[in-house]
């Protein structure tokens, strides 16, 4: 996706109102020196980040600044040439994904992943089965999963989608159907949620849909999230750390990293370029 500036995405001028508004800002998940290196090409390189309990946090950058390389890393589909990843105060350097996951850092992705022939509901409900114990008990009768409907409906509706939970998946818009995914990752019961370019391919009323579900979703969880559409970034974000060339270029609230002239020149390039 190509990143598009105007006057109003970096016209500075206000900063973020933010997502909390509380007291408790602890550090739920950090990286250390985070480095990974594919054959002689380092993508990300000395990577520092610290994502704050009910914040949320926006990873920026240009086209190829490692961002979902940061992402794979912290969610350990890559595994870090050095440094190190912290989770809830727990090392989680050498930690394979699904135990990273059940430890409450859950992600989504850049293309929508809900079952397209299952209806809202059961999209839901499939994603309760492991939290609800479920998931492993195949000889259950199909009426086991009526146990999961009450919590399945209450995501529904935490989402906005009571009025749709009886379509099949396949039917939503595609602005609808990031929402869907948002219902079932929130059914994981994350501490961190990281979200990839969730506002990708979305009109401009599912951009504002989707960002006051973020908004109230981080109350209680912190959010680190990849996006392009930095008026989203200004009006949602607490903190936004900006990459390029896989190194952190600056970092701090969006009013301080819009007026960071490098960070122009980042995404802009020169008057000679």
């Not at 007291?23 to 950090?30: F, G, I, K, N, P």
């Not at 699904?98 to 929508?112: P, Y």
């Not at 209450?154 to 906005?160: H, M």
Request: hydrophobic share 40%; proline share 3%; charged share 20%.
């Amino acid at each position: 996706m190509t990143v598009s500036l105007n006057d109003t995405a970096f016209g500075g001028g206000q900063s973020s109102p933010g997502a909390s508004g509380g007291q408790d800002s602890r550090v739920v998940l950090s990286a250390r020196g985070l480095r990974r290196d594919f054959g002689g090409f380092v993508a990300v390189n000395n990577v520092d980040l610290d994502v704050h309990h009910a914040r949320v946090h926006a990873l920026i950058g240009p086209n190829g600044a490692g961002k979902t390389t940061v992402f794979n890393l912290l969610t350990k589909f890559l595994q870090p040439t050095s440094g190190t990843i912290t989770l809830l105060d727990h090392d989680i350097t050498k930690t394979d994904p699904a135990k990273v996951a059940r430890m409450g850092l859950v992600r989504s992705f850049q293309i929508s992943a809900v079952f397209p022939h299952l209806t809202v509901l059961d999209n839901v409900r499939v994603a309760l089965q492991r939290p609800g114990g479920l998931s492993t008990q195949f000889w259950l009768p199909m009426q086991a999963l009526n146990r999961l409907n009450e919590r399945a409906m209450e995501l529904i509706e935490a989402v906005g989608l009571q009025d749709a939970r009886k379509n099949l998946a396949a039917d939503l818009s595609y602005g609808r159907k990031r929402v869907l995914e948002i219902a079932t990752t929130l059914a994981l019961d994350p501490k961190v949620l990281l979200l990839d370019e969730p506002m990708a391919g979305m009109g401009h009323e599912d951009v504002h849909i989707v960002s006051d579900i973020i908004r109230e979703v981080a109350k209680d969880r912190a959010i680190l999230m990849v996006e392009h559409n930095l008026k989203v970034v200004a009006d949602l974000c607490d903190q936004v750390t900006v990459l390029q060339r896989g190194e952190i270029l600056t970092s701090g609230d969006y009013l301080t990293v819009s007026q960071d002239e490098r960070v122009r020149v980042a995404y802009m390039g020169t008057e000679h370029e």
